[in-house]
């Protein structure tokens, strides 16, 4: 289903003054209305803290001696380079 297809519903939120001027000024910038604006912001911030509750989910069930040996393991495989200045090197 594509977004012009899908059921909205009306919200009413309650925000300070100076956050809804913020968003105004935003919204105007970027050539949205606010009500699209929102929306965007309100699917990118919601759907990263569900990505962290899937991680944190997935961390939950490994023990960290394990992931540490998993991580050393990955990283014996990149090959040592010599032309990699100092500030970047592990």
């Known amino acids: 289903?594509?977004?012009?297809?899908?059921r909205?519903?009306?919200v009413t939120l309650r925000v300070p003054v100076a956050l809804k001027?913020?968003?105004d000024i935003q919204a105007k910038a970027q050539g949205v209305s606010l009500n699209n604006?929102?929306?965007?912001?309100l699917t990118t911030?919601?759907?990263?803290?569900e990505t962290l509750v899937k991680i944190e989910q997935r961390?939950?069930?490994k023990s960290l001696p394990s992931l540490k040996k998993r991580v050393s393991a990955i990283?014996?495989?990149v090959p040592d380079k010599e032309d990699v200045p100092e500030w970047d090197r592990l």
């Open 45 to 49: 911030q919601l759907s990263e803290l």
């Open 59 to 61: 961390l939950t069930t």
């Open 75 to 77: 990283l014996s495989r």
């Open 8 to 10: 909205t519903q009306v």
């Open 1 to 6: 289903m594509n977004e012009a297809t899908q």
């Open 37 to 41: 604006l929102a929306n965007y912001m």
């Open 21 to 23: 001027s913020r968003l």
